[in-house]
C-alpha cells in the first residue's frame, strides 16, 4: 500500500506540479496497467486503495481520474 507522505508533496507554485515526479509515474503506471481492462471508476477505487491522492490530496473520483489523465501523458 502507497501512503502519501510528505516527501510526495511540493511547495504549489502557480502552474506548477503539486506532486513529485515520482508521485505522477506510479499514478500514471497504474492507470497504463489498468487502461482498457477496467473502468475509471474501478480504476480510481483502486488507487484510492492503494493509499493514492489526487495531486490536491483528495480521493479520486472517475470525473478527477478523467482531469489527472488529461493533465499528464501516460
Given at each position: ?9 511540493l511547495s ?34 483502486h488507487l ?27
Open positions: 500500500m502507497h501512503a502519501t507522505n510528505a516527501t510526495d508533496v504549489p507554485s502557480f502552474g506548477g506540479k503539486l506532486r513529485t515526479d515520482d508521485y505522477y509515474e506510479k499514478v500514471s503506471s497504474i492507470v497504463r496497467i489498468l487502461k482498457g481492462k477496467s473502468s475509471l471508476r474501478i480504476m480510481a477505487m484510492n486503495s492503494q493509499g493514492f491522492t489526487t495531486p490536491r490530496g483528495m480521493p479520486f473520483t472517475r470525473d478527477r481520474l478523467v482531469r489527472f489523465i488529461k493533465s499528464n501523458p501516460l
